[in-house]
């Protein structure tokens, strides 16, 4: 029983455009959610986040979007670039606790 | 540079055999993590530790899987027997005691890839 879920296995976008990832939830009391970026061969980065009190986060390039009444959080990366090819994953937990519960992971790949 | 060390990268054994797996978490880190990325399950959580002591191992079969924490630079994961389904990427990480300030980024090591055949 996946309470986190990346539905899209891959994603293939052009350098420039916009990368938009996707990431949906079960449990209505996760209040704490990350992004996680890992290259192969590499342990994963943490990338952003986001708490449930807001709808958006933003750092440069990346934007956390937040949607709780669809349980819905996305990642926009704009624009886009070669480096950003990587899995993304999305994790969500309770604030205070270290219990991620993370997705399976979406493959990113950005097209020079 | 403060990073999650961990020991071997890469094993490879026979069915059977007793794999262990360390860890150094960054110094001063107090809450430690095993995780195992697989394909279909993503980055599962095996067991935590806050100080030392155990918090969470629900996610770690337990007739064969064990985590320690024998002192504060330092956490093992081991296997005994290893069978072929246990073939994957052990994430160890860590992170500072969490706060409703701070939120909870945790670190990730490099992982060390087990190949059961």
């Known amino acids: 029983d996946q309470q986190v879920k990346q539905n899209s296995p891959s994603l293939s976008v052009q350098e420039g455009r916009i990368s938009i990832l996707n990431c949906d939830y079960t449990?209505?009391?996760?209040?704490?959610f990350l992004w996680y970026k890992k290259y192969p061969a590499e342990g994963p980065t943490f990338l952003i986040s986001?708490?449930?009190?807001?709808d958006k986060n933003e750092d440069g390039r990346f934007t956390v979007f937040l949607n709780k009444s669809a349980k819905h959080l996305s990642l926009h990366i704009v624009p886009s670039q070669p480096g950003d090819s990587a899995v993304y994953f999305c994790?969500?937990?309770?604030?205070?606790?270290?219990?991620?519960?993370f997705g399976t992971g979406t493959r990113l790949k950005v097209l020079a | 540079d403060a990073r999650v060390t961990q020991t071997p990268r890469h094993k490879v054994t026979e069915m059977g055999q007793e794999v262990t797996m360390r860890c150094q978490p960054i110094?001063?880190?107090?809450?430690v993590f095993w995780y195992r990325q697989t394909m279909m399950q993503g980055l599962e959580l095996l067991a935590y530790?806050?100080?030392?002591?155990?918090?969470?191992d629900s996610g770690m079969p337990k007739d064969r899987f064990s985590a320690e924490m024998p002192d504060a630079t330092l956490a093992t994961l081991k296997i005994q027997p290893s069978e072929p389904r246990d073939s994957a990427v052990y994430f160890c990480?860590?992170?500072?005691?969490?706060?409703?300030?701070?939120?909870?980024?945790?670190?990730f090591g490099e992982g060390s890839w087990l190949t059961v055949v």
């Open positions: 990480a860590s992170g500072p005691r969490p706060t409703a300030a701070s939120g909870n980024t945790i670190y």
């Open positions: 449990n209505s009391m996760f209040d704490y």
């Open positions: 986001i708490s449930s009190i807001k």
């Open positions: 994790a969500a937990s309770f604030l205070g606790t270290y219990k991620y519960i």
């Open positions: 110094l001063g880190h107090n809450t």
């Open positions: 530790f806050r100080n030392r002591a155990p918090l969470d």
